[in-house]
């Protein structure tokens, strides 16, 4: 196998449900799948199942809050250094088929990250990898790079019709 790298971006929904049937069914076929989640706090319905999916594992260093990019804590920027770390090094373990990085573009945009940083594990992954990242925007630098780039736009969501997000369905 030879791995490709994928970046599903946009503001509509779907990014990170699409990066998880991803990974459910590449742990079906027997593969082994990193999810690392940057700036949520984990508590989505569909991370507790990820529990009982042989061959997933899934990484949050810890919920970091609202970012504000003119005011980022101490705290921000550590647990997105951990998340970046734990990432890093596994897009150089063989042992790993897919990693996920579901929202590492949004942290690069609100400056958690470097662009060099991001430019660097793509470009140093090992070569069976198959690596996705997840995010609201995708920088031009990273387009060019990546194999797989789809976009999400938003027509039409309930939120706009003041319907809450609906547990097993938005979270």
Same mark, same amino acid.
């Given at each position: 196998?030879?791995?490709?790298?994928? $970046?599903?971006?946009?503001?509509? *929904?779907?990014?990170?449900?699409?990066? /998880?049937? $991803?990974?459910?069914?590449?742990?079906?076929?027997? /593969? @082994?799948?990193? #999810?690392?989640? #940057?700036?949520?706090?984990?508590?989505?319905?569909?991370?507790?199942?990820?529990? &009982?999916?042989? @061959?997933?594992?899934?990484?949050?260093? !810890?919920?970091?809050? #609202? $970012?504000?990019?003119?005011?980022?804590?101490?705290?921000? +920027?550590?647990?997105?250094? +951990?998340?970046?770390?734990?990432?890093?090094? *596994?897009? *150089?373990?063989?042992?790993?088929?897919? /990693?996920? %990085?579901?929202?590492? +573009?949004?942290?690069?945009?609100?400056?958690?990250?470097?662009?060099?940083?991001?430019?660097?594990?793509?470009? !140093? *992954? &090992?070569?069976?990898?198959? +690596?996705?990242?997840?995010?609201?925007? %995708?920088?031009?630098?990273?387009?060019?790079?990546?194999?797989?780039?789809?976009?999400?736009? %938003?027509?039409?969501?309930?939120?706009?019709?003041?319907?809450?997000?609906?547990?097993?369905?938005?979270?």
């Amino acid at each position: 196998m030879y791995g490709l790298t994928h $970046v599903y971006y946009g503001f509509g *929904k779907g990014k990170t449900t699409t990066a /998880l049937g $991803v990974a459910i069914r590449a742990a079906g076929a027997g /593969l @082994n799948v990193e #999810f690392v989640q #940057f700036l949520k706090d984990g508590t989505s319905s569909e991370f507790k199942s990820l529990t &009982h999916v042989p @061959n997933i594992k899934y990484y949050n260093p !810890s919920f970091i809050g #609202f $970012v504000n990019p003119e005011y980022i804590t101490p705290n921000q +920027l550590e647990q997105s250094f +951990l998340a970046f770390d734990y990432a890093s090094e *596994k897009s *150089k373990d063989p042992s790993v088929d897919i /990693l996920i %990085c579901d929202e590492i +573009l949004w942290a690069f945009e609100l400056n958690l990250l470097t662009h060099s940083s991001i430019l660097n594990m793509i470009k !140093s *992954k &090992h070569k069976n990898l198959e +690596l996705i990242l997840t995010g609201a925007m %995708c920088h031009i630098d990273i387009m060019e790079l990546v194999d797989y780039a789809t976009e999400f736009k %938003c027509n039409k969501h309930p939120y706009y019709s003041n319907i809450p997000a609906r547990l097993g369905i938005e979270y």
